[in-house]
């Protein structure tokens, strides 16, 4: 799926927005090919509050994972559903250390080895000392049971 340059940047503005913390939402668009139609939905980090209510289950924080709350997601999925569209990649920023998807990104996008959120895409957006700093693209490879990732920028 190709994305378009200004969606990648408001996943971009989004991320030097929250910097230092990670940045995370979603992109929205029809089923198929038709990247003009996307859609850039930021959505609020609430690693940061469940990590103070409680820090066993919930070790990260902001700095260095994000999580986004469950009744957010389901009602943009409503609103989206009603215009034809649906979620087509979910977004976070790495802040200070690349853009790769990660050990914890993969378990995050899996469950019981499978995807989690299936033909839903990855982006990776790295902000470095609150500059951009690359972008990954992440999908789930049915044949390997792993992701590939393509460097965007």
Known sequence: MKIP???????????LECYPEEACGFIS???????????VHPMENIINRLHQEDPENHPRTAKDGYMIDPLEQLKLERQLKECGH????????HPDVGAYFSEK????????????????????????KGKEDGAILAEFDQQTGGFNSITLC
């Open 86 to 93: 649906q979620i087509r990649v979910i977004y976070h920023s």
């Open 105 to 128: 990104d993969i378990e995050d996008a899996l469950w019981d080895g499978r995807p989690r959120y299936p033909g839903i895409l990855f982006l990776v957006c790295g902000v470095k």
């Open 5 to 15: 340059e200004d969606i990648i940047q408001q996943c971009f503005d989004h991320g």
């Open 29 to 39: 668009g029809p089923e198929g090919e038709n990247p003009e139609s996307f859609s």
